[in-house]
């Protein structure tokens, strides 16, 4: 399974900008699709997740700012970003995993999210 993250950028504090993760290869379904991230010097972190059924989490920080979505037939996940801050530079991971099969378990490459105050 081959993960690409895209959409990352410069924005100031206050912008948007929306995260997009295709998958493609041999998806693995139901599965689990979520956004971590790593700040400079931090450990990575996870943001939001969502199910194949579409049950979402966030980490507090982010909670009525992000929104984290997917398109299933599409093998798509985004993360919608509003009201940035620069404590959420970073770079962002996406991520896809299952509960029921332990090796099912990839990551992609990071797409840079950087916020200017």
């Known amino acids: 399974v081959q993960l690409q993250a895209f959409g990352g950028g410069l924005v100031q504090a206050g912008g948007s900008l929306r995260l997009s993760c295709a998958a493609s290869g041999n998806i693995f379904s139901p599965n689990t699709m979520a956004w971590n991230r790593q700040a400079p010097g931090k450990q990575r972190e996870l943001v939001a997740t969502i199910t194949s059924g579409f049950s979402t989490n966030y980490i507090t920080s ?9 398109d299933n037939a599409k093998n798509t996940m985004y993360l919608q970003m509003n009201n940035l801050k620069p404590e959420d530079t970073a770079v962002y991971y996406c991520h896809t995993y299952s509960d029921s099969l332990g090796w099912y378990n990839y990551w992609g490459q ?5 916020v200017s105050s």
Do not use: W
Request: net charge positive; proline share 0%.
């Open 62 to 70: 982010v909670k009525g700012r992000f929104t984290i979505s997917r």
């Open 110 to 114: 990071g797409t840079l999210v950087t």
